[in-house]
């Protein structure tokens, strides 16, 4: 590791003229890291944000080129995945059972680090799930977010539709390290809640910061041509209880980094898991696993405090009352 032969304690007592010629060789062994006119304003901030000398050094960010995509046959197919991820109910119709947008997740059109952004998805992948115990190539991760986030189907394996998510994928990660570690990848995580987080207080954020977009019933609202424009949270236009959201700490991870949309990092630490909480204690369609038990579905995918799933709140158990999964699919496209 290229850090740890420089001698730290030196830096600081080394004074202005040491600090330039520590600025000059602290750029040229990390270039992302900012050198301002200042000389002592070099040492902090490179200090500030370097490793104690022990620790290993940072994963190195990367972000998506946004070059354009090329007018070609291969480029074509890239659009084509490009279309499918901002909308598709339009774009796979026949895979899906609601009108989120593989966008309303994966924000920025899937570019997004700390968003679970598909650049780095695409590098992490074959890898082993817990949730279906084998080795998962990534079109089988992507069939995943069609059966329980969209609620619907997973496209067959080769399908038009996974082949072009996957090339618009590999089209974003073009440049980044072969890395399932790598920074940006999933969503970021939250520290555990100083309080185990609480449905009325969530009840609470959610009226004063998240009812205006979707909804004081979380079903949430159309433009006035129709189109969905804030996606629903809960019911059965939303993700199943398959779904990764549903987790409590996914769900408090997305929400910390990203809602109000816009203005992501504004609430408290607390206040995004008790809102996350309060979402993911509301009905939603059925888990496509689902035995004909929810006190068996619980136990064989939900047996966490994550999961809310078969759960009594306000007097329901949370599953038993779900529609069968499936959404427009089931009612042949005129849900
Ligand atoms: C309701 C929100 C939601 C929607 C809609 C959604 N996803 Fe996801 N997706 C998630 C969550 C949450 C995870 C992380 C799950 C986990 O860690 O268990 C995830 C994970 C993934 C991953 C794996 C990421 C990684 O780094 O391993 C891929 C690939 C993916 N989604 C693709 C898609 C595609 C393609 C669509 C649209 C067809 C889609 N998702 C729609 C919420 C969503
Ligand atoms: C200004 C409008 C707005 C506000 C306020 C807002 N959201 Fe969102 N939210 C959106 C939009 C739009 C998306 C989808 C992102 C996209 O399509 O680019 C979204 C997506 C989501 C999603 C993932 C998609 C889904 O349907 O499950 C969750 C969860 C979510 N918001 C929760 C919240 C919470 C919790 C709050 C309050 C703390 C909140 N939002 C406040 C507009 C908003």
Redesign the pocket.
Known sequence: MKYASIAWTSVFVAGAAGALTFGAIAHSLRPDVEITAHPKAQVIKVAASAPAPSKPAPKAEFTPSDRPIPDDDFGKVVAEGQRIFNDPAKYAKAYVGNE??C???H?DQGRKAGSAPMWAAYLSYPAYRAKNHHVNTFAERLQGCFRYSMNGKAPPLGDPVLVALESYSYWMAQGAPLDPGIAGRGYTKLAKPAQTPDYHRGEA??QA??A???GANGS?ERARNGAP?????WGDA??NWGAG?GSIKN?AA??KG?????QGGT?SDQDAWD??MF?DSHDRPQDPRFTQSVEETRKLFHDSSESMYGQSVNGAVLGSRSTPNGGTLRAGGKL
């Open positions: 989120l947008r966008a309303s997740c924000l954020v959610y910061r998240c205006l977009c979707h949430g424009a804030f996606p629903a949270l939303s993700f959201m769900a997305f929400i990203n809602m109000p949309l816009g609430l809102v996350a979402i």
